[in-house]
C-alpha cells in the first residue's frame, strides 16, 4: 500500500479499485494526509486563498431531502438580500481584505438573470473576482453571467451515483447537473464541483467515482464535506458522515488533482473541532470565511450547529490569519485561481526530446 501511495504521489492516477482499497481501510490515513500535503505544497504552496462568502439568499425552490433551506421546510425563517445590501457587503469584503467574493443562495427565482448580471458588473468595479454559486440554470443564463464578468461558479455534484441522487433530490435529474457542469466548463469558468460523503446509501465504490469524475472534469476546485443530518429534513435521523473519511476523500482527491484549488469546508469544522486546520494540513489550500451579516448567518441553515455562526466576519477573519501563521502558512495575495501546473508540467513530458532533456 504504501508503494501504491507513492505512486499515487508522484504520477497522481489511481484505479477505482485502488480508491476503494484506500478509502475502505483507516490503517494508512496518516501516509494518505502527508502525501496529500506534500503534493499540496509542491503544486499550490503555502498561501491559503480566502474567498469572502456571502449566502444572500435562504430561499429556494428545490427539495432536496438533505438541505435544511428545502421549501418544504417550514420552521425555517427566509429572508433575501437587495443587490444594493449585496454589494454593500462585497464592498465590506473588499475593505477586510478579500480578493474574490463567492455569492452563495437556494435557487431563488427571485434574482433574475438582468438582476444578477448587475451585481456581477457593479462587483467587477472593486476589483473582485466573482464567483456564483446559485444552482442549476441554462446554458444562456451561464453565458450572460459569465460575459458580465463572473469568474468562477461553483456546483457540487453531490454524488455521482445517478439513482441515489435522484432519490434525494426529488423532481431533479442527474443528467441535468452534469449538463450544468459541461457548459460552464464550455464557456470559460474555473469551476467548482464537489461531493457529500455519508449520505444514506453512499457506498465507498461511489466515493471512489466521484473523485474520479472530479478528475474526469478537471475540476477547478473540489469542495468534500461530511453530510450533516438537519432536523427539518427527511433524513433526520440519517447517521451522517464520518469526519475522517471525509478527509481521506479530500486527500485523495488532491492526489488526483494535483494543482486544483480545495477548500478547507465549513462543515469538516462543524463535524471536528479545528477541522478546517486538519483540512489544511491534509491537502487543502482555500477558506471560505463567511462576511454576511450574523441575523441572515444564522438563517443560513443548510445543516445545524454551522461552524462560525455566531462570529463577525472582523473576528472570524483575525482568527484564521492568527491560526493560518501558527500554521507557518500565510494567506494569499492574489485572486487565487488555479495555475494548472501539472497540466503545463505533463504537457512538457509529452513535447519530443522532452524525456532525453529531462534524463540529461
Known amino acids: 500500500m504504501s508503494a501504491l501511495l507513492r505512486r499515487a504521489e508522484q504520477i497522481h492516477d489511481l484505479s477505482r479499485d485502488e480508491l476503494v482499497c484506500l478509502l475502505s481501510g483507516r490503517e494508512y490515513d496518516r501516509e494518505i494526509f502527508a502525501a496529500a500535503d506534500r503534493v499540496r505544497r509542491k503544486y499550490v504552496g503555502d498561501e491559503v486563498h480566502l474567498r469572502g462568502l456571502i449566502e444572500f439568499s435562504n430561499i429556494c425552490r428545490r427539495n432536496c431531502f438533505y438541505c435544511g433551506l428545502r421549501a418544504g ?20 469584503g473588499r475593505e477586510y481584505g478579500y480578493r474574490t467574493v463567492v455569492l452563495q443562495s437556494g435557487e431563488d427565482d427571485y434574482y433574475t438573470v438582468a438582476k444578477m448580471c448587475q451585481i456581477i458588473r457593479e462587483l467587477k468595479q472593486y476589483g473582485l473576482a466573482v464567483a456564483l454559486s446559485i444552482g442549476e440554470k441554462s446554458g444562456a443564463d451561464y453565458a450572460a453571467f459569465r ?4 469568474d468562477r461558479y461553483l456546483l457540487r455534484i453531490e454524488t455521482t451515483d445517478r439513482r ?37 446509501g453512499q457506498t465507498i465504490a461511489s466515493l471512489a467515482d466521484d473523485i474520479l469524475y472530479f478528475r474526469s472534469l478537471e475540476a477547478d476546485m473540489v469542495g468534500i ?28 482527491t488532491r492526489l488526483l488533482l494535483p494543482d486544483s484549488n480545495i477548500p478547507a469546508t465549513t462543515a469538516m469544522e462543524t463535524l471536528r473541532r479545528e477541522g478546517r486546520l486538519l483540512a489544511l494540513q491534509s491537502g487543502a489550500n482555500v477558506v471560505m470565511p463567511n462576511i454576511s451579516e450574523l441575523q441572515y448567518r444564522r438563517l443560513y441553515a443548510l445543516y445545524p450547529g454551522k ?10 477573519r483575525a482568527e484564521l490569519c492568527r ?18 501546473l501539472y497540466a503545463r508540467e505533463k504537457a512538457g513530458r509529452r513535447r519530443p526530446g522532452a524525456a532525453r532533456r529531462e534524463n540529461s
Not at 462560525?308 to 466576519?313: I, K, L, N, R, V
Not at 493560518?324 to 495555475?339: F, I
Open 225 to 252: 464535506g461530511p453530510f450533516i443530518p438537519h432536523m427539518d429534513t427527511p433524513l433526520k435521523g440519517a447517521q451522517g458522515g464520518d469526519f475522517l473519511l471525509s478527509l481521506k476523500v479530500m486527500a485523495l
Open 164 to 200: 441515489l441522487y435522484e432519490d434525494l433530490d426529488p423532481g431533479m435529474s442527474h443528467e441535468n447537473r452534469k449538463r450544468c457542469l459541461r457548459d460552464l466548463k464550455r464557456l470559460g469558468y474555473e469551476v467548482g464541483c464537489g461531493s457529500l460523503v455519508g449520505l444514506p
Open 73 to 92: 421546510n417550514r420552521g425555517l425563517g427566509r429572508y433575501r438580500l437587495t443587490p444594493e445590501e449585496i454589494i454593500g457587503l462585497a464592498r465590506k
Open 147 to 150: 460575459e458580465a464578468g463572473a
Open 323 to 340: 491560526k493560518l501563521e501558527g500554521m507557518g502558512r500565510t494567506v494569499g495575495k492574489g485572486y487565487g485561481s488555479r495555475q494548472k
Open 307 to 316: 461552524a462560525g455562526a455566531d462570529e463577525s466576519p472582523e473576528e472570524s
